[in-house]
């Protein structure tokens, strides 16, 4: 079932999420429409704020699409191709995570903007998988970045916040002034920004490293 993406200002999206203690079929059950709504909203991951559900919980698929819109590891990273996708990951904890990147992110809770963002260019992140077992997920790559922006979510917390003043501004102002670009317009500039991923990863086998 394809659920409600909330989207900023939603107060909704600023509360912390709550550790699930044990895995139940009603978790299940929210693992699978959070995966079915990530797609049908083209995302590649999605927090359990977002759609209203205050628990530390998030879903993940980056792997490309193919002409024939099937997933593909073509361009991943040699770690990210050992992790199985889709993720579904309960209360995550970062216990690893080296060097710095910077990388284009966009949101579905802020459709149609993008900016650069710096994280990590390397975590390992623990965890509980849909079936309550614990779960260490290694990896870099774009897998890396949106494994840190869906547990900013699980924070209260939105990619827009770790930018500039000036440029967190210009998109908050732009919202209020304006509202959300049409679905049209989300569509161009996601195309947009994947296209700049391809081509890094045509570049390199994961995101550059600062010095």
């Known amino acids: 079932m394809k659920l409600e993406v909330l ?6 999206l600023r509360k912390k999420g709550l550790s699930v203690k044990e895995v139940t079929d009603e978790h299940r059950t929210l ?14 991951g999605l927090a359990a704020p977002q759609v209203g559900q ?13 002409e024939d819109e099937k997933p593909t590891t073509e361009g991943l990273t040699e770690l990210e191709k050992k992790v199985k996708q889709p993720i579904a990951i309960f209360n995550p904890e970062i216990v690893v995570q080296k060097d710095l990147t910077d990388y ?4 579905l809770s802020v459709p ?10 390397y975590v390992e992140v623990k965890g509980l998988d849909e079936n309550g077992k614990e779960i260490l997920i290694k990896t870099d790559g774009l897998l890396a970045i949106c494994l840190q922006h869906e547990m900013d979510h699980l924070e209260g917390k939105l990619f827009i916040d770790r930018l500039s003043f000036i440029k967190s501004n210009k998109i908050k102002n732009k ?6 670009p049409t679905p049209e317009e989300v569509v161009e500039e996601r195309k947009k ?11 390199t086998s994961a995101p550059d490293k600062k010095k």
Do not use: Q, W
């Not at 205050?54 to 193919?66: A, G, H």
């Not at 919202?175 to 959300?180: A, E, P, R, V, W």
């Open 7 to 12: 989207r900023y200002p939603d107060p909704r």
């Open 175 to 180: 919202i209020k002034k304006s509202g959300y």
């Open 193 to 203: 920004v994947r296209e700049l991923r391809a081509e890094r990863r045509a570049n």
């Open 112 to 121: 149609g903007f993008f900016e650069t963002v710096e994280r990590a260019s």
């Open 31 to 44: 693992v699978h429409n959070m995966i079915e709504t990530m797609y049908d909203e083209n995302g590649i």
């Open 104 to 107: 284009e992110e966009g949101c």
């Open 54 to 66: 205050s628990l530390r919980l998030l879903v993940i698929d980056t792997r490309p699409i193919d």
